[in-house]
């Protein structure tokens, strides 16, 4: 998919745009089923991102002697 050049607003614009298509349900079940599988792949990258950052931002805190840093996340 190319996911790697995205910046994860981009992906996420992209996202919102594929669920708005879906949710409206005009949309033959070929390219449905597509959407979705771009959807998903979406997704896992959006994860993804926000996890690196999430590490990213706990390092920076236990390197300035904060204590350990976590975002409890719900799935």
Known sequence: MGNKELTFEE???K???IITKLEEG?????EALSFYQKGMELSAFCHEK????????AKLMTDDGE???VIDEEE
Do not use: C, N, R
Not at 26 to 30: A, N, T
Not at 50 to 57: H, I, R, T, V
């Open 50 to 57: 926000l996890s690196q950052a999430e590490g990213q931002l």
């Open 67 to 69: 204590k350990e840093f």
């Open 11 to 13: 992906a996420m614009d």
């Open 26 to 30: 005009d949309v033959p079940l070929e």
């Open 15 to 17: 996202l919102e745009s």
